[in-house]
């Protein structure tokens, strides 16, 4: 959960909105300011798909969802706000007058444009305390893509670069320090020489909207998906790597392959040619249809990434470490079951039938089995110093069902704690209380060095035996020891 508990955001359109949904579902209480009088409304439907996207994105337990509200003015918005995320249009003058408008009502939180080109420096200019303000350039969904570009303006103070920072990696996103500004940062002045170029290539009648996105979805835009541009171009050079690699393709760079330095004229033609053959590419789609579609495949790349910890699969994975870790902090009550997973079910856990399958069970029993462990301080550090624990044997009973979307908990009953036996009885409940499944799970103390049993850490050992005695006085749960066909 992040240490930010207020937020304003001011400009409810495509990335004001994306923000809101981001900082919400990290728990962040956010006031937003739109004069657009549909804002509620679009705002609305951003927030839907994002609850959408987080659901299949990660089953790490989140924080309660923080709330959010439409002020009237922006002084109303960012009264007592700790970041203050300007998203308003492009446009200087209006940055400016928005900036006078903050400081005469909020001076003390950190002010962040969402600015895709201006420099810092050249926002700071009227502000009477400059030192807070920064760039923090994200990527559309900012609900998922992970990078924020973090930009310091000539006087902005080192300590608010790192706050932002900390701020930014606990809600799950990757925050990049440009340490020198430049218009448009790093990762816009890459996207505008490839739009520039393919301009060039539509108007030229070189390639339909359709080839030139088919040209980069089904080739480098994979590549780049996970090893960006130079570590591509290092592989491409072979075992002897980038050096051969610009010996090899350097000299083409004097090819007069590309018109980058040539900017088309946008004429009424060329953006008739553009609109219509982007609506022949993809009108049957609407705008937040194409973001869903855009929304589950980001999902099932950064999940792909994220089972070989690599790029933005890896922050995912860092950012899920940090919510399982929060589980552990919370206080239970170790004298009776306790909670030990919890989880919204996603859509692609279920079955025709648009029921949980039967798998999802047994998985969400194996992760209480780990909310156990860490419970008993065999977390993943304890793990890192190569001791675990490994199930052995489980038995599940199916009593109820779940559909997509319902949140479930898993309790706890430790039956038995001793040497290196851990024995668990789970209970799977859905929130309206209905009994879903039970699981009685046996679990082996072992060395991951040897792979044979062990006994566990003299703390493990401990608080395992502590919370063992305490459930010795339980009576036993109805279904133990239940064997497959046995009449109740």
């Known amino acids: 959960m992040s240490s930010l508990k207020r937020a304003a955001i001011l400009g409810g359109g495509v990335i004001g909105g994306g923000w809101l949904a981001r900082l919400i579902e990290n728990g962040v209480e956010v006031t937003v300011y739109d004069p657009d009088p549909e804002a509620r ?161 539509v108007k030229d009648g070189i390639g339909t909207t359709e080839e030139i996105d088919d040209a980069i979805r089904f080739g480098f835009g994979l590549r780049w998906a996970q090893m960006g541009l130079f570590e591509t171009y290092r592989v491409a050079g072979g075992e002897a790597g980038m050096r051969h690699f610009i010996a090899q393709f350097g000299p083409c760079l004097k090819w007069p392959w590309t018109k980058l330095m040539d900017v088309p004229e946008l004429t009424d033609e060329l953006i008739d040619m553009v609109a219509d053959q982007s609506h022949a590419q993809s009108g049957k789609y609407s705008i937040r249809e194409l973001e869903r579609i ?82 008993i301080g065999a977390d993943q550090d304890y793990i890192a110093r190569g001791l675990s624990y490994f199930t052995v044997e489980i038995h599940i009973r199916y009593l109820d069902e779940a559909k997509a979307g319902d949140r479930v908990t898993v309790t706890t009953q430790v039956l038995e704690g001793k040497g290196k036996k851990l024995r668990l009885f789970h209970w799977m409940r859905h929130e309206d209380g209905r009994l879903l499944a039970t699981g009685e799970q046996m679990l082996i103390h072992v060395s ?41």
């Open 41 to 201: 409304r679009k705002l609305g439907e951003v927030l839907a798909n994002a609850e959408r996207a987080y659901g299949k994105l990660t089953l790490a337990p989140r924080p309660a969802k923080g709330g959010w509200r439409l002020a009237g003015s922006v002084a109303e918005a960012v009264e007592g706000a700790e970041l203050i995320v300007e998203a308003v249009p492009e446009r200087i003058d209006l940055k400016h007058k928005v900036y006078a408008e903050i400081e005469t009502a909020n001076a003390e939180g950190i002010i962040a444009s969402s600015t895709s080109g201006y420099k810092p420096s050249d926002l700071q200019k009227p502000l009477a305390h400059p030192e807070r303000l920064i760039v923090a350039h994200p990527f559309n969904p900012v609900y998922l893509l992970p990078l924020v570009e973090i930009v310091a303006g000539e006087r902005t103070d080192a300590g608010v670069v790192e706050r932002a920072k900390e701020i930014y990696a606990t809600i799950g996103m990757k925050p990049l320090h440009i340490r020198k500004e430049i218009d448009a940062f790093i990762a816009d002045r890459f996207l505008e020489a490839v739009w520039r170029e393919a301009l060039w290539l």
């Open 294 to 375: 855009r929304d589950d495949n980001l999902v099932a790349i950064m999940q792909a990434l994220k089972a070989n910890d690599w790029g933005a699969g890896k922050v995912l994975a860092d950012y899920e470490k940090r919510l399982f870790a929060l589980t552990g902090t919370k206080a239970q009550d170790f004298s009776r079951p306790f909670v030990t997973a919890e989880a919204r079910i996603p859509a692609d856990w279920t079955d025709y039938n648009g029921h949980m399958n039967e798998s999802r069970y047994g998985q969400l029993f194996s992760d209480a089995a780990d909310g156990a462990m860490k419970a």
């Open 448 to 488: 991951l060095e040897t792979r044979a049993a062990c006994d566990p850490a003299p703390a493990v050992a401990a608080k395992l035996g502590e919370i063992a005695a305490a459930h010795a006085a339980l009576p036993l749960p109805e279904g133990v020891g239940r064997a497959v066909g046995q009449r109740p």
